[in-house]
């Protein structure tokens, strides 16, 4: 260390200033994430073992580590399946076996009758009594080599051993206890909660006291653990709070919460709007009144009726002169979208205008012209809405639907498309995958949020089963028996390919084999290679009952919507996760009968596969399904945000530590009203400068 780095807060010193560091090491530590002596602190131990005391053979069970310290009884080299050496000792309270399959005619010498060892290693069931094999051992006449603290394992890498990253945190640690990385939670309030202060959970997280346990820091539920993962979540809190506070510094259009056109748009809908979404709509024109930009999360479960919240919203806005964009992670929803807003819009004399990237390019031209020129006020599309060369004239509400597929940076881009000095569209954000709390807490802290909890009327929880696909007989049987009293069916051909080629050639084969074992049945095929036309054409014969069976790649799995349908199966049912599993089973329960779901599988399945299956027949509740995900795929996943580092932390974890969230929304509240010098550093210390974007997308 030189004079000078000592000097600085240890987030600030490279790890190259450590002993053993030179520029091949510190490239090598880049890839654990580690470039600082802070990174060094923060990688943190998986596992550990216990050296620091003798155990007695005697109460070592199997599966248990530890050292011993006993005498040769007997050794000897057998052949049976494999040569090994076989050194028996005992300490007076048992005995156990030393098996070594690779060993040296000197170390087979070594072993006398009466000489004392002492042995590390695993225990494990042998064939008479209990065994360690390959113990890493010594002669007792060394003197003892016991350890004064927990054996630390770290998460390493390759031409990264145990022994440099030990090192590497000794030094570290030296220099932690120079307080050098500032306590930022204010004593009184660690003390309220029990916790110790971060040089004591750090010192305690790489070098544990023999008699911490080892079973509550490999789970990381150790009060050290429970510390560190509080601060870095208070952390998160408070940044989601300050991009909030900066949101809020901008202006916004004020959006008149009287429209014409909204009237007119609820007078011509079928049905009226339930009870939630009525009250969701007040809460979005609320927001769109204020002269500061709305930031609203809708969550409602599949068919719960956003889009014409969405559409209403929209109403206003237009009304207001603004334009509105409406974006779709998927071309078949964006179409789904923009059929709806056809439908609704331009009776009113209202034009919506389409921007895919599926577009010609001479279309597109025309289409980007007209939405700069502000001839068109509503759009509707796909991320094909965010690229550069396309402009808004005044863009007032952006909504983005299925939010969670998009990439973080995706809605911040759109949401920059709309800034005109200091100016930003209103931004209404919708989802089916309700957020569970957990995550809602911490990574959306930044969001108001809406929920449609109520599904329009009528519509009953959908009877799932699975079945083996060499059931497919009975399952036709199952289709025909539901045609015969007049129903119409779903048949839902997936493919593990992405390919749009190979999913519509299965579902060719599927429509024909079906014609095939149902005699005088009506067989649609739709899928992602027909042109729009051609599916909307199939799409427009279902609803109205001129075909029988659907047959469809996953591009039904959103947006359809024929309440005679009763019956959905879905094929290939493993390999699909649980949202879209949901999703597509949302299409069926719309009507007036009891629906059904046969998910078809292919056997053996794995975990994974089993628990989703499981989940998808015991419940119709999206959060549940929701929640269930998270647990199983981690929250990255199902956020989409993997790539992005949304909600992911160097060392809280959601699920594990949810039950601190309480605490962390006081603490952050605490910290903001009394220590705001903290704050700042707070962030600093857990998130870094260059992120400081992701909340507010
Ligand atoms: P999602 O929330 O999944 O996006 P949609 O907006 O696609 O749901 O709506 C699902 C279906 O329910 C659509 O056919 C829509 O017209 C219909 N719908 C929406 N609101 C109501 C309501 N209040 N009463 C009856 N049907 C409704
Ligand atoms: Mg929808």
């Not at 051609?534 to 609803?543: G, I, L, N, T």
Request: hydrophobic share 40%; glycine share 8%; net charge negative.
């Amino acid at each position: 260390m030189s004079a000078s780095s000592t000097e600085s807060a240890l987030e600030d010193v490279s790890v190259s200033t450590l002993k053993g560091v030179g520029d091949a090491m510190a490239a090598k530590l880049a890839t654990l994430g580690i470039f600082t002596l802070q990174d060094v602190l923060f990688h943190l131990p998986f596992r550990y073992q216990d050296r620091t005391r003798l155990r007695r053979i005697g109460e070592l069970r199997p599966g248990d580590e530890g050292v011993i310290e006993a005498e040769v009884a007997l050794s000897e080299v057998v052949q049976r399946q494999r040569r090994s050496l076989l050194v028996r000792v005992s300490d007076g309270t048992g005995s156990l076996t030393l098996r070594f399959f690779h060993f040296s005619a000197k170390q087979s010498q070594q072993f006398t009758r009466g000489t004392m060892l002492q042995c590390f290693g695993e225990v494990r069931r042998g064939p008479g009594m209990l065994e360690m094999v390959h113990p890493e051992y010594r002669l007792a006449s060394q003197g003892a080599a016991l350890q004064n603290t927990l054996t630390p394992f770290y998460p390493a890498t390759d031409g990264v051993q145990q022994g440099t990253l030990r090192k590497l945190s000794d030094q570290a640690l030296v220099l932690l206890h120079r307080q050098r990385l500032q306590e930022l939670i204010p004593p009184q309030l660690l003390n309220d909660l029990g916790l110790p202060d971060l040089v004591t959970a750090l010192q305690t997280v790489h070098r544990p006291p023999p008699e911490a346990s080892i079973a509550d820091l490999m789970d990381g539920i150790h009060p050290a653990h429970r510390r560190l993962a509080i601060e870095e979540l208070v952390s998160h809190r408070l940044a989601l709070r300050q991009l909030r506070d900066q949101h809020q510094t901008h202006q916004a259009p004020q959006l008149p919460a009287q429209s014409d056109i909204a009237a007119k748009l609820r007078a011509s809908l079928a049905f009226a709007l339930t009870g939630a979404q009525a009250r969701v709509l007040d809460e979005v024109l609320v927001d769109m009144a204020k002269a500061e930009p709305m930031l609203r999360l809708v969550q409602g479960d599949v068919g719960a009726g956003k889009t014409v919240v969405a559409a209403l919203a929209a109403s206003h806005a237009v009304e207001a002169g603004y334009q509105v964009a409406f974006m779709a992670p998927t071309e078949i929803l964006a179409e789904q979208h923009l059929l709806n807003f056809c439908q609704w819009f331009e009776p009113l004399g209202i034009s919506v205008g389409w921007l895919s990237g599926k577009l010609k390019a001479s279309d597109r031209r025309s289409m980007i012209e007209a939405v700069a020129m502000g001839q068109v006020r509503i759009v509707v599309g796909t991320h094909a809405l965010f690229q550069n060369d396309v402009e808004f004239e005044n863009l007032g509400l952006a909504i983005v639907d299925e939010q969670h597929r998009f990439g973080v940076h995706q809605r911040l881009a759109l949401r920059n498309k709309g800034a005109k000095n200091d100016v930003l569209p209103h931004q209404l954000i919708m989802t089916a995958t309700p957020i569970p709390r957990t995550l809602a807490m911490t990574a959306y802290a930044d969001l108001d949020v809406s929920v449609i909890d109520e599904l329009p009327p009528g519509r009953k929880p959908v009877t799932t089963v699975a079945l083996e696909a060499q059931r497919r007989g009975d399952v036709v049987q199952r289709v025909g028996a539901a045609t015969a009293e007049g129903r119409q069916v779903y048949w839902v051909c997936t493919l593990i390919e992405e390919s749009e080629h190979l999913q519509a050639e299965a579902a060719e084969d599927t429509a024909d084999a079906l014609a095939d074992a149902l005699p005088g049945h009506r067989v649609g095929l739709v899928h992602g290679r027909m042109k729009p036309k051609e599916k909307d054409e199939v799409m427009a014969r279902f609803k109205a009952a001129e075909i029988d069976v659907l047959v469809a790649t996953t591009v039904i799995e959103v947006g359809v919507d024929v309440p005679n349908a009763s019956l959905m199966i879905i094929e290939n049912a493993e390999r699909l996760g649980l949202s879209q599993l949901h999703q597509l089973r949302g299409r069926v329960g719309r009507g007036s009968a009891q629906s059904s779901c046969i998910l078809l599988y292919h056997g053996p399945l794995s975990k994974t596969a089993r628990q989703r299956i499981g989940i998808m027949r015991e419940t119709n509740d999206g959060f549940v399904i929701a929640e269930r995900d998270l647990e199983i795929r981690g929250a990255g996943e199902v956020l989409g945000t993997r790539q992005t580092g949304v909600a992911e932390f160097r060392i809280a974890q959601l699920g594990r530590d949810d039950d601190l969230l309480d605490v962390v929304g006081d603490v952050a509240d605490e910290l903001a009203a009394t220590h705001p010098s903290a704050v700042d550093k707070l962030i600093r210390r857990w998130i870094g400068e260059g992120k400081q974007d992701y909340g507010g997308v």
